[in-house]
């Protein structure tokens, strides 16, 4: 059986063992492996800006440092990125309020994060570490996807601190601060979502390859782009639709099927991250997602 949190609403209380991940717990950071991240694609907006690129490469070492110390380091962010989380962060705010969970609406508040500064992950990760035993790990740039996923295991989020460039303020190829604090860490508060997240990385830990694609695909077409059925009315929750004007307006249009959960039907659906989401799936709940995810990860042991 996988651990349960005492923290659980959905299984009646008799059933639950106290689950904690204490500090001394984690394993240490020093040992993961990175791919090499060394070099910006071409197609990353910053690629050929050269102030851009070792403003970047600074705040990635700031992230680094966690790695051996411990410690998240806040980033002093120059008025120039300050300016572009305005930016960013007004718009997004303004289609969430119709279109985002009014869960992840209030835990947005909860956290601080709001439009006018970049909120550093110190905080928000003492927050959410009261909330629901949940971690934030700062981390330089991409990790494969078992060493990230495996991660969750130990309720920890890895997340990037740099923020995209100023030239293509709606876009970014890869995680930055604004897809990590404004898409994914509001989630967290939300403690059958911090169990599930949890499963993923147990889920993550012992799968096989081809498992570990199917959790891939969990993974995307939940924690990316999930929608869910809130009081009658879909509601957003993904971080890859709460953290883009493009996706988020997209995902309520006719241009996109939307099909409830089904798990089997989830982890064997091909995504493309590359175009607009064509596919989107409806959770019922998050104590749903949270009891379907432990009972497939469930079966992984027994096969
Ligand atoms: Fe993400």
Known sequence: MLPETALSKSEPTSSLTN???????????????????????????????????????????????????????????????????????????????????????????????????????????????????????????????????????????????????????????EPDIVHEAIGHIPNFTNCDFADFSQFIGHGARIATDEQLEELGRLYWFTVEFGLVKENGELKAYGAGLLSSFGELENAFTNNVERRPFDLKQVINTAYDYSDMQPILYIIPSYGYLKETTRKYIESFSKK
């Open 19 to 173: 689950f904690e991940v204490k500090d001394e717990d984690l394993p240490a950071f020093s040992d993961m492996r990175f791919e090499n991240i060394n070099e910006l694609h071409l197609d990353h907006p910053g690629a050929s800006d050269e102030d851009y690129r070792r403003r970047r490469d600074y705040i990635a070492n700031l992230s680094k440092n966690f790695r051996e110390t411990g410690a998240i380091t806040d980033v002093e962010y120059t008025e120039k990125e300050q300016a572009i989380w305005r930016t960013v962060a007004a718009r997004l705010e303004e289609i969430q309020s119709r279109r985002a969970s009014a869960f992840y609406l209030d835990a947005k508040e909860k956290l601080g994060i709001g439009t006018e500064r970049i909120p550093q992950l110190s905080e928000m990760n003492k927050r959410l570490n009261k909330l629901c035993n949940f971690r934030l790990a700062p981390i330089e740039g991409l990790v494969e996807t078992r060493g990230f996923l495996s991660w969750l295991s130990y309720r920890t989020m890895l997340c990037t601190q740099y923020i995209r460039h100023h030239s293509r303020p709606e876009y970014t190829p």
